[in-house]
């Protein structure tokens, strides 16, 4: 106001004087002022907390607006400044502003960041942004977005035009744009903007450089089979590791089969051998050049001789091998499934043996129990005449009798899993601690101790003897059998590690974390080779293909991803069920993935198709090509808790009847 | 601000005794609380519930995520089951437990509650090879199909292709089909021997409405076969269903046959057919027997393993000895049902040992059982007579060969032949019949010399079978041997004189000749002179 009074009494002192061009000089220089005091009102709402909401939601019309052509990639950009906004407005003390804000626009993000939507909903405090794991790891990392080239100039030009200073902070200070020339990239729903993790994309970037020797294992009974020129069945590597004599007897007893075979019917091997180089054909030229080139794999194994495989168990393994079902998307395989009823919703997980003649269940009242299916199969044919269902649903003696149970664990058992060979049996519990069990002899072996919280998930080796856990410590472990110490730590992940699993040749162990992220580790070194970035919530289950290609983690919203474990790059996410994923299972030549959802489902996938899909997508650049889904097998309201593939290829199911 | 007011924390501040709360500490703390309690249930107890393998929230798993944050546990909500909550009237997002009060001695009084079921498991099949079997274990068709329709995304026509599912057949029957099935359930089983069931058997031969019953009459037979073994006038009664049935033009029967064969078969080679000794179980035998050999005759072209596996199921009653002579008798007659091949296969070669094993049984000294020997008696016939519609054949086929030319020189009447012949057979056994009769009418003209030869034969025939009631053993002589022998080397001389054909057919016919006469002589090592009635009358006078 002193100011203004000023100013007038210059003019009319000017006037008075007589100075009129001065004075209209001046009243010049007061109008080329004017724009620069609009400045005023704008710098004050800089500061202002609405400055947020008002730029965000500009840009978020002007992003909606856009060409359609690039429109996907300036949507992009909305949820990382979006969140930037929030905890900005978070970190400046404007809680109320900041909830508001929050809520404003939760709707647009939701459908791809749920969960990461519920957990942000929580900070009401500067201190929460310290405290919580994820917030702090968005603070300190930028978000990496693919852009093309003019998608990237509209937006910078649309910045500095309105001048929106925060965002534009935001922007330069959060995103890290990778400019790409020419046209925007097609996919909309690419993975890298899905994955906003914690973890910094240019480690995992940094670490998905390095080698991972996937190939199998050199030793295999399969690869002697080859180089023998013998075409027998694919023996796959379960066959276990033996020592090279045992080996030679391995072969020696395939070759003689093999004559004997040849004496009744020769026609029938060569017909079967271009079946199975058909079948291979995709990946087989790819896996066989690797694989010859991998060195003999540096084992993990020292010098510890693993249990010997008596005879009786290594004919079985051929025999089972001979008489494996070729599955494909014409053959699909018979689903064996076991129910545990009355289970009053105590069942935390199940595991079945190799083949299927045993089942455990591990409860949250920490016992675990193991049923003997033979014998119940026998029981139930004689008494097969009454009538089955409602036998069923009372729970007959028989299921009672031959059910033997566990006790050793001090909480809900949250895992377990039989050794290759069935003799042993693992359980992974809530009091921290691993129980080596022998279903034999009806007793706990060894206590392993050395996780400090929650073992969520236990897995054998394929070859048994080593076995790996995973626990809410954020860590997983190697164990050997006969340590009651870990071997190896892997320390990585952001949050707890939920699932665990071996790669088929041994050298590497894959973890499924909370982080959304898979990891593969190196066995012998414990260091991570592989980070997968690409789920959009926890990873519950992991399946390794029995080539040692690929890699299937399914998560808690029901979707499915393919790994290509040496590229690192998703062939195809699965979407398919709409609950938690929580089994996962590769059929023995690996041709079909099974899944098994909490939403009550079994489905069949075809991996064949995909890997091809992959390939044309690789050379024409065209859309992603979805892996094809052969067959859903809904249960009976029954979740499907746990899947596994039989030698012979007969796919082996488990779970809860849960009255809804 | 917060979703926990500040009201509540000054509450719970007053109930853990802190009355001097200032209302800036009140609302610092509000957010906090918010933000721990947002951990604990979203964080941790959803993690906790993941590995369960759950999706609805327990407070057991709040209870460990809460120990996993190294905080006491809330005692008191220890269930597994899910909480129910109810919602408070008058607003719209309160809920709460419905907590009741009980009353002490209510809860001791009231009997214990039952032990809750032990848990157990059960295998079924989910899917054969891919496709879901309709069994009760599995789910039900509408939830499968309901789900679908309810979603109503994109992907709906893609889930409804992708449920491959095996439904179970709906049959839907008029109520006169169900009438006539009951009528002639009833008929069959309550009175077979009436002129009604006959009717009825007319009228299954020639309907061309029943073909909605097929699977339930087979079924029907299957049973009531299996019921009623000791019963032999129902099970006849029900062959003969099956033989109307077969013989109905309009029916599609081929998809039954595998439920019908097995009750034929049985009436073919079961142990015991019928509870009293007179029952004739023979006949149902021999009935049988062809009826199942019909059944193969009429579909062996479209089941190929039909045969084989009658023919394997009876060879393998026919070589047990343990098995009984009844069953061996079925096994025989119904081998020889489907015909003369199928006996040089696979009866011929066993003959020898098979005769040897038969011979004590049948013999007065070995056997003191009648009703053994009685039907070890009855096996030799049925063998005998299996192998001479063997041997018939088998010479039938030289005529063609030799007897245009020679027809015209020996024809003489063959009606006194036959005439003779059949007298003689109105003696002989009902089983030993249809090989008769087709050679009476099959075989070409006799001739005098035949004439003779066969009276001759036929009293060999009595011989042969005289044993049966007379107990008497076989003759077994060295002499028709080297008869029949001699009879070739004649019948050599007169090819080479008489034929005016080719020499190819002529070593050709001399070569079948061979084997047949060898058979014939092996046939009559064995048999006596009671195989000799299987021989044609021309081909007999060279052999003799």
Known sequence: MEEEE???????????????????????????????????????????????????????????????????????VLYPVYIHCFMDLVAEGHMQDAREF?????????????????????????????????????????????????????????????????????????????????????ISDDAEVVALVGSSHDLAKHINQK??????????????????????????????????????????????????????????????????????????????????????????????????????????IINDLRNRVQLSSMALPSVCFYTFINSHNGLNCSAISQDGSFVVGGFSDSSLKVWDMSKIGQSATLGEDQSTFNEHLVGTEEGKSSCTVFHGHSGPIYSATFSPLGDF?????????????????????????????????????????????????????????????????????????????????????????????????????????????????????????????FMASGDEDGAIMIWDLSSSRCISPLMGH????????????????????ADCTLKLWDVTSSVKGQKIEESKTSTTNRLRLLRALPTKSTPVYTLQFSRRNLLLAAGALSKC | MSIVPKETIEVVAQSIGISNLSPEVSLALAPDVEYRLREIMQVEAIKCMRHSKR?????????????????????????????????????????????????????????????????????????????????????????????????????????????????????????????????????????PESNLFKEALVSLAMDSGIHPLVPYFSYFIADEVARSLNDLPILFALMRVV????????????????????????????????????????????????????????????YHNLQSRLTKTLINAFLDPSKALTQHYGAIQGLAALGPSVIRLLVLPNLEPYLQLLEPEMQLEKQKNEMKRKEAWRVYGALQCATGKCLYERLK??????????????????????????????????????????????????????????????????????????????????????????????????GGSGAPKGSVVLAQAWKEDLDAGNLLSSLFQLFGEGILSFTQSPEKSFFL
Not at chain 1, 287 to 297: I, K, N
Not at chain 1, 579 to 588: D, E, Q
Not at chain 2, 251 to 275: D, F, N, W
């Open chain 1, 6 to 76: 000023l100013q007038k009494a210059v003019l009319t002192y000017l006037r008075k004087k007589g100075f009129t061009k001065t004075e209209l000089a001046l009243q010049e220089e007061q109008q080329n002022r004017l724009p620069s005091h609009s400045d005023l009102p704008l710098s004050r709402l800089e500061n202002s907390p609405g400055r947020y909401k008002n730029g965000y939601s500009k840009l978020r019309s002007w992003a909606h607006c856009s060409l359609d052509l690039y429109k996907h990639e300036l949507l992009r």
């Open chain 1, 102 to 186: 929050f809520q404003n626009f939760r709707e647009d993000h939701e459908l791809m960041h749920l969960r990461d939507l519920q957990k942000l909903e929580g900070i009401l405090s500067p201190s929460h942004l310290e405290e919580m794991e994820l917030a702090r790891s968005l603070r300190q990392n930028k978000v990496r977005i693919k852009i093309c080239e003019y998608s990237y100039d509209l937006l910078l030009q649309y910045l500095q035009k309105t001048q929106s200073f925060s965002i534009l902070g935001i922007v330069n200070e959060r995103i890290n744009f990778e400019v790409s020339p020419g046209q925007p990239i097609s």
């Open chain 1, 211 to 316: 080698e991972v020797r996937w190939g199998l294992l050199e030793d295999s009974v399969e690869e002697r089979l080859e180089k023998g020129n013998s075409d027998s069945e694919k023996a796959e590597d379960e066959n276990k590791e033996i020592e090279p004599e045992e080996n030679k007897a391995i072969t020696m007893i395939f070759f003689k089969t093999l004559k004997r075979s040849a004496g009744g019917g020769k026609q029938t091997a060569p017909s079967k051998k271009s079946k199975k180089d058909k079948l291979v054909a995709a990946t087989g030229k790819n896996v066989r050049s690797e694989t010859s080139t991998v060195a003999v794999a540096p084992r993990v194994k020292p010098e510890l001789t693993l249990p010997v495989m008596p005879m009786e168990v290594e004919k079985m």
């Open chain 1, 425 to 549: 049996l693992l359980s992974s519990s809530s009091d921290s601690t691993i129980r080596l069990w022998s279903p034999k002899l009806n007793a706990n072996l060894v206590c392993y101790k050395g996780h400090n919280y929650p073992v969520w998930d236990v897995q054998f080796s394929p070859f048994g003897h080593y076995f790996a856990s995973s626990s809410h410590d954020r860590t997983a472990r190697i164990w050997s059998m006969d340590r009651i110490q870990p071997l190896r730590i892997m320390a990585g992940h952001l949050s707890d590690v939920d699932c665990v699993q071996w790669h088929a040749n041994c050298n590497y162990i894959a973890t499924g974390s909370s982080d959304k992220t898979v990891r593969l580790w190196d066995v012998q070194t414990g260091e991570c080779a592989r980070i997968f970035i690409g789920h959009r919530s926890t990873i519950l289950s992991l399946a390794m293909s029995p080539d040692g290609r």
């Open chain 1, 578 to 597: 709409n609950s938690c994923v929580w089994s996962l299972a590769f059929s023995r030549e690996g041709s079909l993935l099974a899944s098994g959802s």
């Open chain 2, 55 to 191: 999706t609805v929230l327990t407070a057991e798993d709040v209870d460990s995520a809460l120990s996993l944050r190294n905080v006491e546990p809330i005692y008191g909500f220890a269930s597994t089951d899910p909480l129910r909550f109810k919602k408070a009237v008058g607003h719209k997002d309160l809920f709460y437990l419905d907590d009741r009060d009980l009353d002490f001695k209510e809860v001791i009084d009231s009997p214990l509650p039952k032990a809750p079921l032990e848990t157990a498991v059960v295998a079924h099949w989910l899917a054969i090879e891919g496709v879901q079997p309709a069994i009760p274990e599995n789910s039900p068709v509408e939830a499968i199909v309901s789900p679908s329709e309810n979603k109503k995304s994109e992907n709906t026509k893609e889930d409804g292709l992708l449920v491959d599912l095996k439904l179970p057949v709906k049959h839907v029957l008029s109520r006169e089909l169900q009438l006539y099935f009951d009528k002639i359930t009833e008929l069959t089983v309550t009175r």
């Open chain 2, 243 to 302: 033989r109307s049935l077969l013989q109905n033009p309009h029916i599609h029967i081929e998809p039954y046959l595998h439920q019908l064969m097995p009750s034929i078969i049985t009436c073919v080679v079961a142990k015991r057919l019928g509870s009293r000794i007179a029952d004739n179980h023979w006949e149902l035998r021999d009935f049988s027997a062809n009826l199942a050999a019909s059944v193969c005759r009429r579909y062996g072209h479209v």
């Open chain 2, 397 to 494: 086929m030289m005529p063609t060969l030799l007897s245009p030319p020679k027809h015209g020189v020996w024809r003489i009447n063959p009606r006194i032949a036959i005439s003779r012949i059949k007298r003689k057979l109105s003696t002989n056994n009902s089983s030993q019949q249809p090989p008769f009769k087709k050679m009476a009418v099959d075989g070409p003209a006799g001739t005098i010399q035949a004439i003779a030869t066969t009276t001759a034969n036929l009293q060999g025939a009595e011989d042969g079978f005289s044993p049966q009631s007379s107990g008497a053993g076989t003759a077994q002589s060295s002499a028709p041997g080297q008869v029949s022998i001699d009879s070739i080397g004649s019948r050599r001389e007169k």
